[in-house]
């Protein structure tokens, strides 16, 4: 297929910029993002959208009396390495919102994209939507983004380009057209309230508020744009076809990492992100009547409890993958600001330490149960969220002289995570059993007992609860102490991202469905199970009003993880489950204005704190209609067993005798399909 359009190229003024750093000491110019646009049609099948002789058109955006930039409070960061430098980058704006342009590819035919030249020589001449500049010195400035307004048209050129031949020999089933169904009124309703909920800056959307209630007279932060509540946001838009607000999203949140972090005159480390952000309106500074649209983010300092939110950079990593899997657009992944960004989350948490485990240390608070809930140190939901952000990243990271020491330590983490996880983490019957068995206070290298767990820790409930058939990963592990509570979205991503063994992640859904009536009930999923009562809550929660028994994040049911449960759901060749558990949500979610979370130990009652209009509510309800519609766009989120991986082993680097590796043990475990 070798049709070809026309792109209109114009020449605009400057209208909007933005503060940011960027690491280079050579001057490039990339190729143009956007003049290789893919799009995903939300039917099962990808298909090109641009036809012979098509013309894109650029539509102006207006905004009288604004300036977009930095907040006046904040300033970027810099660094003594000279070649730290400047970089300019011109944009174009558009107002079209969810336009679908350009050629779609299927996402193993645009890989392709990875072998492209970014040297200058080979983009001299061209003339694209963005260029990047890169000057050399050592008086180092910061990255300047200007954003082109479209209003005045100066001069006009066209440039033709080819479709790119696709090979559909390996695609099957994607181009058999489908009968589309008719959209019911609940799938319509959700998609005008998502549209209802974007946030624009600078006339570009950027993201979605975190609820838009209507009858809420004080939104705390639920005015705000937060990086882990946007995902299932911009998975429905990506799979709508609607990658701009997406692009918009990761590019400045990128830029608000580098910003100056200071919580009582402390500076956490640059690779934070923030765990949310507003767009603020506020007055120019010298000049009269006019105002400045500013980007306010929240790196802890005002949330409650003053946590840091360690899962959103692992989360940006994870959509940053999803967007160039759906678009095809591979080329935002290789840009030097996204490559640095992806380095700097990494080196944070890669950072050594006094830890004797691969898994992460973190406070209580530092992820989605945002508030005290004895998840303190290694809980499974951020060993999952880290291990499928350490595969990504291994997936993306443009390996050169300067990488190549990451990349080693990406593999080594995620072998020796997933071992460390599948040994200690998972519990069965079987298991179960053997701690009950355990001997305690062991001193040797061969001890069984590794990290001292005393078997009345069991719970006696739990022992009466776990199937026959099944299992799950536990919550936390620390030196004496076992977390046995069923933590959903950990276990979930244990499964997307093959964490877990294709045996174990099988085991999770097994128990899932025995277990029906206790993590399902009346609505679709309980965050943990069971929930702390009675001495256990007060001690734990520090009896906390909002977390009582079966209520927010003590075994309250988040209608948000029925995405990534429908994810896991596909992946695992069981979508019959998730249906079931989409239809049960249908049922009620609508009629009770789209909670964001339900109460009582079967989710029969709406959230007693709970605001109404939740957008990731509405957003993980489409997206989880979108992937059972389109099953084959679920392989492009999730990740299947990779064993080379578990042939990488720090073990059998060491000569000493002592170290005995039990990772054959592990291995032992692999089904192969």
Not at 29 to 34: L, V, W
């Amino acid at each position: 297929m070798n049709s070809s359009g026309h792109i209109g190229i114009t020449t605009m003024k400057p209208y909007c910029r933005v503060l940011t750093g960027c690491r280079n000491s050579s001057i490039f110019k990339f190729p143009s993002s956007k003049s290789n646009h893919f799009i995903a049609d939300n039917s099962s099948k990808f298909q090109s959208h641009s036809a012979h002789g098509r013309r894109f058109q650029s539509f102006s955006v207006q905004i009288l009396g604004k300036k977009c930039g930095a907040h006046s409070n904040r300033r970027a960061f810099s660094l003594s390495d000279p070649s730290w430098s400047q970089i300019r980058v011109y944009r174009s704006c558009s107002g079209v919102r969810g336009g679908r342009r350009g050629v779609l590819v299927i996402s193993n035919v645009a890989s392709d994209f990875r072998k492209h030249s970014t040297s200058v020589e080979s983009h001299v001449n061209e003339k694209g939507f963005e260029s990047i500049y890169i000057n050399g010195g050592l008086n180092v400035k910061p990255l300047v983004i200007e954003r082109i307004e479209r209003g005045h048209l100066e001069e006009e050129s066209s440039l033709e380009f080819k479709e790119p031949e696709v090979n559909f020999d390996h695609s099957e089933g994607l181009n058999e057209r489908k009968v589309e169904r008719e959209v019911p009124e609940i799938e319509k309703e959700a998609w005008r309230l998502l549209r209802s909920a974007v946030v624009d800056y600078c006339g570009n959307p950027v993201g979605t508020v975190a609820a838009n209630d209507p009858g809420d007279k004080q939104p705390l932060n639920y005015d705000q744009v937060f990086i882990r509540d946007f995902v299932p946001s911009a998975l429905a838009f990506l799979l709508k076809g609607e990658g701009e607000i997406v692009k918009n999203f990761l590019l400045h949140t990128l830029q608000l990492q580098s910003w100056e972090k200071t919580v009582d005159c402390y500076s956490p480390g640059q690779g934070l992100m923030p765990a949310s952000f507003k767009v603020r309106t506020v007055p120019l500074d010298g000049s009269d009547g006019a105002l400045e649209e500013v980007l306010d983010p929240d790196f802890g300092e005002s949330a409650i409890g003053r946590v840091a939110p360690v899962d959103s950079g692992l989360w940006w990593i994870i959509l940053l993958r999803a967007y160039g899997k759906i678009t095809g657009d591979y080329a935002l992944q290789q840009r030097v600001d996204v490559q640095t960004g992806i380095r700097l989350i990494l080196n944070l948490c890669l950072t050594d330490g006094f830890d004797m485990f691969p898994t992460l240390l973190v406070t209580d608070g530092s992820c989605m149960i945002d508030r005290r809930m004895g998840i303190h140190g290694h809980p499974l939901e951020i060993q999952a969220l880290f291990y499928s952000a350490l595969r990504c990243s291994h997936e993306m990271l443009i390996v050169n002289d300067g990488t190549k020491n990451l990349v080693q330590a990406i593999n080594s983490r995620l072998s020796a995570l997933s071992f460390h996880i599948r040994e200690y983490y998972w519990v069965d019957i079987k298991k179960i059993n053997e701690i009950y068995r355990y001997k305690t206070e062991e001193y040797s290298t061969e001890a069984i007992n590794k990290f001292n767990i005393y078997p009345d820790q069991i719970p006696t409930c739990l022992v009466d609860w776990i199937p026959d058939e099944g299992g799950y990963l536990i919550g936390n592990l620390q030196p004496a102490h076992m977390d046995f509570r069923f933590f959903t979205l950990g276990n979930l991503w244990s499964i997307i991202s093959s964490l877990g063994t294709a045996k174990q992640n099988e085991g999770i859904l097994n128990l899932i469905e025995a277990k029906w009536d206790d993590l399902v009930a009346h609505m679709p999923l309980k965050i943990c199970y069971p929930a702390m009562e009675n001495e256990e809550w007060r001690i734990i929660t520090g009896s906390d009003p909002k977390n009582t028994p079966w209520s927010y994040h003590n075994g309250g049911s988040w209608p948000t993880l029925l995405w990534q449960f429908t994810l896991a759901c596909i992946k695992m060749g069981r979508p019959e489950l998730a249906r079931k558990a989409v239809a049960l949500a249908e049922e009620r979610l609508s009629v009770d204005h789209w909670p964001e979370y339900y109460d009582t130990r079967n989710g029969r009652f709406i959230g007693k704190q709970s605001r109404l209009y939740q957008t990731w509510t509405i957003a993980g309800f489409l997206t989880s209609k979108m992937l059972l519609d389109n099953p084959e766009m679920a392989s492009l989120l999730a990740w299947e067993e990779d064993y080379e991986l578990l042939e990488i082993c720090v073990c059998a680097l060491s000569k000493n005798g002592r170290k005995k590796c039990s990772r054959s043990a592990a291995r032992s475990q692999i089904v192969v399909q």
